[in-house]
């Protein structure tokens, strides 16, 4: 990858130049700490040229010395350390439906702030785009780090989102702010209309730091977001499948029982997400209770956590085991159908369904097993992930602006060439 064609044409040079630039910057993120001869090995380009890389992005004010280590073995000069800048910055807003949440990350990853608002959201996308941005400014205050030092942000939402316009498609969390929604306008203004804003569904978030899982790598996953909303993420060769209308995953609203009463924000009866949401679970509690008063939940019915009905039920708790009983019915024919349409290798429970307990998972085993076409029995694995969603959202806005920042052919370019 060295410059090594001094008869190659200037246009194949100036190639190689950036190509050698990329190698040096991406050897540096996620906080690496590194010195030219490191790079040197890590990359295999030479050592010159990998001193003139971090030149030019110390030039940039994107690498900074970190001073010298120790020396070296063989007694030669002491290495000079550098690490991404630690005064340029991604901001990772959250706008779900009970939380207003804004993390300021480092370039190099290290978290260095975060506000939480546990505020529903306002009636009107301007008023929620307003208030994302009044968010991001004080976090931004409280850090005192200027908004033109920010190099990207992202929002992470409910519903569908076209990541090419910035635009929320629909939500139906927020039905009432129609189709065609957006969302970025304010936060565009605080940060300048050059700052780069992703917009992203919460589930597709949420799901990324699995796309950095060693074991995972090679396989096809669904990983399944459950808590406020349901949704999924099919991550298929490193990537996280989304289609032309995003709709690829929004599993939440795959019509499970038609003949189901309640209607669900996106207009349709029957959708996964309202037979095993956390209102829908208290309900079944209340009923069940009737039938078993005889409960640690006794009095709970109304303010049940779907965890704490998994712990309940987990500790022997006959109402909590009838019900956990019911959700894993209702869990099974879903992720037959979903290996159906994707043959996943694993499928992770995300969110309140990752306390399920060990009652709710054999059911849901037991249910799946004796079809015909699991030869050899169910063919994927079912593991659970009970780190907060909050938590995975934020690590998953680093991890998509990351990849968005350094995918920018610009840093790599000359001023002048521009
Ligand atoms: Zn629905």
Not at 24 to 40: D, Q, T, Y
Not at 314 to 327: F, I, K, T
Request: overall charge negative; aromatic content about 6%; charged content about 25%.
């Amino acid at each position: 990858m060295d410059i090594q064609h001094p008869s190659g044409s200037p246009a194949m040079l100036a190639d190689l130049k950036i190509v050698n630039r990329r190698s040096v910057l991406n050897a540096f993120r996620r906080g690496a700490r590194l010195s030219a001869s490191e790079i040197s090995q890590l990359t295999g380009i030479s050592r010159p040229t990998v001193v003139k890389c971090i030149r030019f992005f110390q030039d940039k004010g994107l690498l900074i010395s970190r001073g010298k280590g120790p020396s070296t073995a063989a007694g030669g000069k002491r290495p000079e350390y550098y690490t991404l800048s630690e005064s340029r910055y991604f901001i990772c807003v959250a706008l779900w439906p009970r939380e207003m949440r804004a993390c300021l990350y480092s370039l190099g990853h290290t978290l260095l702030g975060k506000l939480v608002l546990p505020e529903s959201l306002p009636s009107t996308p301007e008023e929620a785009g307003r208030q994302a941005a009044a968010l991001a400014a004080r976090l931004l205050r409280e850090q005192c780090v200027l908004p033109q030092d920010v190099c990207a942000a992202s929002v992470s939402t409910s519903g569908t989102v076209d990541r090419a316009t910035g635009t929320l498609m629909f939500s139906s969390h927020t039905p009432q702010w129609g189709t065609h929604v957006h969302l970025l306008d304010s936060l565009s203004d605080l940060l300048g209309a050059e700052t780069p804003i992703l917009l992203e569904n919460a589930g597709k978030m949420c799901a990324r730091p699995f796309l950095l899982d060693d074991a995972l790598k090679s396989q096809r996953v669904i990983v399944l977001f459950t808590t406020w909303g349901v949704s999924s993420s099919f991550i298929e060769r490193g990537h996280i499948t989304n289609g032309r209308r995003s709709l690829i995953g929004e599993v939440g609203h795959m019509t499970v029982a038609p003949d189901d009463p309640e209607l669900c924000g996106c207009g349709s009866r029957g959708c996964f997400e309202r037979l095993i949401s956390p209102q829908r679970v208290r309900r079944m509690l209340a009923e069940t209770l009737e039938e078993i008063p005889d409960s640690v939940l006794a009095d709970r019915a109304e303010t049940c956590r779907i965890p704490e009905l998994f712990r309940a039920s987990e500790e022997g708790d006959p109402a909590a085991q009838a019900v956990s009983v019911r959700l894993a019915r209702i869990f099974a024919p879903v992720l037959r159908n979903l290996s159906l349409a994707f043959d996943p290798d694993t499928v992770v429970l995300q969110g309140d369904y990752a306390a399920c307990d060990s009652l709710f998972r054999e059911t849901l085993l037991r249910e799946m097993e004796g079809f015909r076409y699991y030869p050899d029995g169910i063919p994927f694995q079912l593991l659970t992930d009970d780190r907060p969603i909050s938590d995975m959202d934020a690590e998953g806005a680093y991890i998509a602006l990351d990849h968005l920042y350094f995918s920018d052919p610009e840093l790599y370019r000359d001023e002048e060439e521009e």
